[in-house]
């Protein structure tokens, strides 16, 4: 597996985890999957806490802030929302 920071927010991180196999015998590594994985950082408390920006040094970081993490941010919120207003009236 190998994994990078993709993009964030004031208290969210995505990070981009590409997983590969391997032939034991021959070495040959294949890719598998990629996934994206969100972490929201908490405090002490279990509240939502800051966290350092990501720092863009070159076009392909900046590529993936833009074009994927913000896209797929805006996407899981819109869904965040969709979930929250389809379970309002539920215990």
Not at 24 to 32: A, K, M, P, Q
Not at 60 to 77: D, M, N, Q, V, W
């Amino acid at each position: 597996m190998s994994g990078r920071l993709n993009y964030v927010t004031r208290t969210t991180m995505e990070i981009q985890v590409d997983v590969y196999s391997e032939e034991g015998l021959t070495g040959v590594r294949r890719f598998t999957t990629t996934a994206f994985l969100t972490y929201v950082a908490i405090d002490q408390d279990g509240r939502p806490t800051p966290v350092p920006g990501l720092l863009i040094e070159d076009e392909e970081t900046k590529r993936r802030f833009e074009e994927g993490g913000a896209k797929r941010s805006e996407a899981r919120l819109a869904q965040l929302s969709r979930v929250r207003e389809s379970h309002k009236n539920e215990i």
